[in-house]
């Protein structure tokens, strides 16, 4: 689907509910000249995002793969890396976007066109502090995401209170991307569906054996720059395969729920 024909999504988030939908790209969210600018102020790190796992420069983080910002699976337990990381992160996305659409704004605008006209919000933990609204994921030459599900993600002990305030149970997953590699870096979709009986002693696992997937059919999808994916990554296991070549993939994001009061929806990474 176009950007420009957005209005024909309304209330899909309903489908996902109702499970009749598993994902919608939609394109052109911004124009892939806007995103080689973005590129190339991600690869110069500026605005100075912080960088995930800690490296002295961003030159040396260049060598594997690393976010900007931070995920709560990431983050030590105590969450105050993480609340601390998150409210320079949004601050920086700003600046990032300084002289376009605001991305916040934009995820906002769409998510609540998709939501019906629901209220699109940030969640709070119980001091006040904004969770991270997204992060950007940073893959260079012949970097892979492994197999993994979402809903193992809410197994993660930083997940407890956000479970409290929303149904991470059914979170869907959505990705802007920002440059797209040579070659490879496909997201992999499998047919292969979560249960909570694949999660050994329901722990948290970086990444999932390859072996649940083998018999499972696929899809690869990739999305252009500038283009959002938003698929049900809580329930669908996928995997971003290696990338080829030497231009690097980034993507902006993370995940989207329903809030347990029934009114809004929340986003975080
Ligand atoms: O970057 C992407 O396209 C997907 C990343 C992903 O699946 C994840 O980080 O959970």
């Known amino acids: 689907m176009d950007y ?21 790209v939609i394109r052109q969210v911004y124009s892939p000249e806007y995103m080689q600018e973005i590129s190339s102020r991600i690869e110069r790190h500026e605005p100075p995002f912080y960088i995930f796992p800690n490296m002295a420069t961003a030159a040396e983080a260049r060598k594997n793969k690393h976010l900007y910002g931070i995920t709560l699976v990431a983050a030590g337990r105590d969450l ?9 992160f949004r601050s920086h996305c700003h600046e990032l976007f300084q002289d376009g659409a605001d991305y916040e704004e934009r995820m906002r605008q769409i998510f609540s066109v998709l939501g019906g006209g629901r209220a699109v919000v940030l969640p709070r933990n119980p001091d006040g502090q904004d969770y991270m ?10 970097a892979a995401i492994d197999l993994h599900c979402d809903n193992n993600l809410s197994h993660h002990p930083t997940y407890a209170h956000l479970k409290t305030v ?3 149970g059914n979170q869907l ?8 590699p040579g070659g490879g870096g496909e997201l992999v979709v499998y047919e292969r569906r979560w249960s909570d009986r694949d999660d050994v002693g329901n722990e948290y696992v970086v990444s999932k054996d390859a072996s649940m997937v083998e018999d499972s059919e696929w899809i690869a999808l990739k999305p252009q720059p500038g283009d959002l994916i938003l698929f049900a990554g809580g329930r669908i296991y996928h995997r971003v395969a290696p990338t080829e070549g030497n231009r690097p993939r980034y993507t902006l994001g993370g995940f989207l ?12 990474s």
């Open 166 to 168: 929303c149904d991470v």
């Open 257 to 268: 729920a329903n809030a347990h009061e029934g009114k809004s929806l929340y986003y975080w």
């Open 173 to 180: 997953s959505f990705f802007l991307t920002l440059n797209a």
């Open 80 to 88: 105050n890396e993480y609340f601390r990381v998150a409210a320079g």
């Open 133 to 142: 609204p997204a992060t950007v994921r940073i893959l260079p030459a012949g």
């Open 4 to 24: 420009s024909q957005l209005g024909t999504l309304e209330h899909c988030l309903d489908e996902f509910t109702r499970r009749t939908l598993d994902g919608v």
